[in-house]
């Protein structure tokens, strides 16, 4: 018996898959991605589950370490097809790594991106923004979604406190943006990642501010006192979505025991 009051109930990998597809329609992603199951069995019983952004050889150790045999990333471990499996590269290793080990990985990318509650909707929520909503609307078979969100902040800030509260709720060394806005910063869009595509859609819904996690540098000219924006780094961004995924996998199957992944697995660092 896992507790006391409750009778101990086993559950399959595929029952924290449909939980988290549910959430997160697979229809939703972008059709370049491969979001969904990238290996394993998913008839076995789940003994834990790993969450983290990405999947690398350290995080397939610490799966191993606490006993996770589902291990549920952001950005997919699979996205080109190997044309071989050996200790060539990252990826090889990692998956020859977790199918010695049993442990499967599902990965929820674009799908969790696009989905209501999903990447945007927790970086609004870390920011405290009301009245949040879909811009750059999806409508897949029916399936409401969305590239990013815009909301408004509780009261309007100057640029400068809004880029130092960005600075601290996200707990980035060093942030990136356009000349300060001499207007208060009131309207904000979000889009976590890689998130450039969406700044003109941005400026049309009136934001004031546009978060998002990189953008090259020749998408920054041209928007002085237009538009505030803000890059954070993409992992800083995203840093938040494992709290999407315990939040769903405690809600359906409360039974799973889930854990946040301690290795931090930003390939960048700031010197
Ligand atoms: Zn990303």
């Known amino acids: 018996m896992h507790t006391q009051n409750k009778p101990y109930r086993s559950v399959k990998i595929k029952q924290v898959l449909s939980a988290l597809e549910q959430f997160a329609?697979?229809?939703?992603q972008e059709s370049w991605d491969n979001a969904g199951l990238?290996?394993?069995?998913?008839?076995?019983?789940?003994?834990?589950?790993l969450l983290c952004l990405d999947v690398t050889e350290a995080i397939i150790d610490e799966a191993l370490r606490k006993g996770c045999n589902l291990v549920v990333s952001h950005h997919p471990l699979l996205f080109r097809g190997l044309k071989q499996i050996s200790d060539a590269t990252q990826v090889q290793r990692t998956v020859m790594k977790a199918l010695?080990?049993?442990?499967?990985?599902?990965?929820?990318?674009?799908?969790m991106d696009?989905?209501?509650?999903?990447?945007?909707?927790?970086?609004?929520?870390?920011i405290g923004l009301n009245e949040v909503r879909f811009f750059a609307h999806k409508n897949v078979d029916g399936i409401e979604g969305?590239?990013?969100v815009i909301g408004r902040l509780p009261a309007p800030m100057a640029a400068d406190d809004f880029v130092l509260l960005l600075k601290r709720q996200f707990g980035v060394e060093c942030l990136m943006c356009n000349e300060?806005?001499?207007?208060?910063?009131?309207?904000v869009a979000i889009c976590g990642g890689a998130g450039?595509?969406?700044?003109?859609?941005?400026?049309?819904?009136?934001?004031?501010a546009f978060i998002t996690g990189e953008m090259h540098y020749h998408q920054y000219f041209g928007y002085e006192q237009?538009?505030?924006?803000?890059?954070?780094?993409?992992?800083q961004s995203e840093q938040f979505t494992v709290e999407i995924f315990r939040d769903i996998i405690g809600g359906q199957c409360p039974e799973v025991r889930t854990e946040i992944a301690e290795t931090n697995t930003n390939p960048i660092l700031y010197f």
């Open 196 to 208: 450039d595509f969406l700044v003109d859609d941005a400026l049309r819904e009136g934001a004031d």
């Open 38 to 49: 990238q290996m394993g069995l998913t008839e076995a019983e789940v003994s834990g589950v």
């Open 25 to 28: 329609p697979l229809p939703l």
């Open 180 to 187: 300060l806005l001499r207007r208060p910063v009131s309207r």
């Open 100 to 111: 010695k080990n049993d442990i499967a990985v599902v990965s929820m990318h674009t799908n």
């Open 226 to 235: 237009q538009i505030q924006l803000c890059v954070m780094g993409h992992y």
């Open 114 to 126: 696009n989905a209501r509650g999903g990447v945007n909707w927790k970086i609004a929520e870390r």
């Open 146 to 148: 969305g590239n990013g």
